[in-house]
T-cell receptor
């Protein structure tokens, strides 16, 4: 079975500061890894994904994540936060590519 | 494309009533997923279909929950009878296996269910 743990249920950053959201996964086979974003009262939207190949993946809105097998991590970063980044972020893992297991989510607030 | 469409967006009902949530996936997608989101349990996969056939319903909480997909463009999630603990946001998502080895899931806006 696969699972993810998101460290920190809430992160507060200043506008222009680095955004770092932590995700560790557990999987018995090479996983597919995803980050989704959810804005208030909306569904989830895919930010980026890791399947195979390059371990540093770039997504939408300036976000990127690095797959580190040795650390079983897939942390999400953005160099400079914008007010529009305020949302809830979910890390997810899949071993089949079909069935996703989501983390508990991290809420990001951005201070002006 | 219109994206995944869910209806209703909000539903308020009384305990014991039947509730039916509806989903129209993106045209051409062959996978459909139903999720439930609550503060306590986060996002849970309830059931998913491939080519209208239920593949995994292990997340369906109990027999009061049922899901159907009569055709490629429509699915329902039914709760009968409903209970206050069913209050949650229910999401439908769809994906296509046509072009890659994994499925990027596209989510609908969700149905917020309140059971009084």
């Amino acid at each position: 079975a696969q699972s993810v743990t998101q460290l920190g249920s809430h992160v507060s950053v200043s506008e222009g500061a680095l955004v770092l959201l932590r995700c560790n996964y557990s999987s018995s086979v090479p996983p597919y890894l995803f980050w989704y974003v959810q804005y208030p009262n909306q569904g989830l939207q895919l930010l980026l994904k890791y399947t195979t190949g390059a371990t540093l993946v770039k997504g939408i809105n300036g976000f990127e994540a690095e797959f580190k097998k040795s650390e079983t991590s897939f942390h999400l970063t953005k160099p400079s936060a914008h007010m529009s980044d305020a949302a809830e972020y979910f890390c997810a893992v899949s071993v089949t590519g079909y069935k996703l297991s989501f983390g508990a989510g991290t809420t990001v607030t951005v201070r002006a | 494309d219109a994206g995944v469409i869910q209806s209703p967006r909000h539903e308020v009902t009384e305990m014991g009533q039947e509730v039916t949530l509806r989903c129209k996936p993106i045209s051409g997608h062959d996978y459909l997923f139903w999720y439930r989101q609550t503060m306590m349990r986060g996002l849970e996969l309830l059931i998913y279909f491939n080519n209208n056939v239920p593949i995994d319903d292990s997340g369906m909480p109990e027999d009061r929950f049922s899901a159907k997909m009569p055709n490629a463009s429509f699915s329902t999630l039914k709760i009968q009878p409903s209970e206050p603990r069913d209050s949650a946001v229910y999401f439908c998502a769809s994906s296509s296996s046509a072009h890659s080895s994994y499925n990027e899931q596209f989510f609908g806006p969700g149905t917020r269910l309140t059971v009084l």
